[in-house]
């Protein structure tokens, strides 16, 4: 597992710069991969205190990327403790590799009633 | 305050809160705190001595169109504080100090709450202080009087203060949680105590269930009310919910303090519990502070709201 870095910044843009050339280069190779290697920018949204989708399933190996939309700051907590954001104000990402199949419970610790689910197959 | 144009600009308007009250005095008056107007507090003697102020959601870092200067409001909540004609020795912070668990925020509310004068500053964490991803920025400026657990006792002119701490153990979905242990450690420092003894409970999320599907409450709370019921006199203080909201349940009191930040909507309305836009000629009226002071015949505690507004803005 590997954190990435909290803000979107230079690194995070080289960072997707690289990995849309890798999509790239698998969507011109070869097929079984296709769905992990587009699955690995997977983007969750808070938005008007939910998490937009609230239930996805990703391929071993992808990185969830969460992005805040609101005015409220949110957090990304795991309820088995495996990642946790600092708070998201407005615009702010947070990015988290899931390695291991399995399914994952998360919450906001700022407003616990925003739950969600990433399964990972 | 003259008026002029620059009032009709939110800074300005900002800028008269300073003349307004933000906050709640409370004294104690024949076993039950009653909350009296800061502004009135000025102009009349309050029943009974100083105890405390309530100073509540800070939010240092917001800057959104809700409140742009919000260190602005906290620096006029505190000169009104400053200006007691009788001056409580403590305030109590009850969390949401930062808006975001930053360093630079948590330095910056240290330094403006140091600005209230000879008084000591009894905190507890609000969510927004516990969300750093270390959930320690917190606990390395207020963790030292309860040795990191968040939650501690003490005591100041024969009233018994409990802080807890509800904003820690989330469960998703969930309400605040206080959690067995410090439930445990609670019953412990109550036992031996007479009934007679007023207490003072505050924790940042509310203790009782004002609106669940916001999370406004503490999932555990009717164990910490079996522990309360025998005393005499009990204030439970709370804020989180940017609002006053108040209930009486036997002998304990509830209340709910004001921002100094931003107001939030009533519970329900609107999307989420959120920053709440409002004109800006009324923010200084949903801002304030809450005072409490004791009585000593019969012995009571008084509990005084006050806005930003309530004086001469």
């Not at chain 1, 999509?23 to 939910?50: N, Q």
């Not at chain 2, 505190?78 to 930062?98: C, E, K, M, Y």
């Not at chain 2, 009717?222 to 204030?235: D, I, K, P, W």
């Not at chain 2, 209930?247 to 209340?255: A, L, P, R």
């Amino acid at each position: 597992m590997r954190r990435l870095p909290q803000r979107a910044g230079k690194d995070m843009r080289k960072y997707y710069m690289l990995l849309n050339a890798l999509v790239l280069t698998l969507l011109i190779g070869s097929g079984p991969r296709l769905a992990a290697a587009a699955d690995a920018a997977t983007i969750v949204l808070a938005k008007g205190f939910m998490f937009a989708p609230t239930a996805i399933t990703v391929p071993a190996g992808s990185t969830v990327t969460w992005t805040n939309r609101d005015q409220e700051p949110h957090t990304v907590v795991s309820e088995n403790g495996l990642f946790r954001s600092g708070a998201l104000d407005t615009d702010e990402s947070f990015s988290f590799r899931f390695d291991k199949p399995g399914t994952y419970r998360y919450a906001c610790s700022i407003h616990p009633q925003m739950v969600a689910t990433i399964v990972v197959q | 305050m003259s008026v002029d144009k620059t009032l009709h600009t939110r800074r300005a308007a900002l800028r008269c809160l300073a003349f307004g009250s933000a906050g709640t005095l409370f004294t104690l008056a024949g076993g039950v705190f009653t909350p009296v107007e800061l502004a009135d507090a000025h102009n009349a003697a309050l029943p009974g001595k100083p105890l405390f102020v309530q100073i509540s959601d800070t939010h240092i870092g917001f800057n959104k169109d809700a409140n742009p200067d919000v260190g602005g409001t906290l620096t006029r909540s505190i000169a009104l504080v400053n200006a007691l004609p009788q001056r409580p020795s403590l305030i109590i912070h009850t969390g949401d100090i930062t808006h975001l668990s930053k360093p630079a925020e948590f330095d910056l509310a240290q330094q403006l709450l140091s600005q209230l004068r000879g008084t000591e500053l009894h905190t507890v964490p609000g969510e927004h202080d516990v969300s750093d991803a270390t959930v320690s920025e917190y606990f390395t400026r207020f963790g030292q009087p309860s040795g990191n657990r968040g939650y501690y006792s003490f005591d100041h002119l024969g009233v018994h203060f409990v802080a807890l701490v509800n904003v820690l153990q989330f469960k998703p979905g969930g309400l605040g949680t206080l959690g067995a242990e410090q439930l445990a450690w609670l019953a412990d420092d109550l036992k031996g105590r007479t009934a007679s003894t007023p207490l003072v409970v505050f924790a940042h999320m509310p203790l009782w269930t004002i609106y669940e599907p916001w999370g406004w409450g503490t999932g555990d709370a009717a164990q910490l009310m079996e522990l309360l019921r025998r005393f005499g006199s009990v204030t439970v203080l709370n804020g989180h919910i940017h609002q006053i909201v108040q209930k009486v349940e036997g002998n304990v009191t509830f209340h709910t303090a004001r921002s100094t930040a931003y107001p939030q909507p009533a519970p329900g309305e609107g999307a989420g519990p959120g920053p709440l836009t409002v004109p800006a000629e009324q923010l200084p009226g949903m801002l304030g502070v809450t005072s409490v002071s004791l009585q000593r015949h019969p012995r009571a505690l008084a509990l005084s709201d006050a806005t930003l507004a309530a004086a001469r803005g």
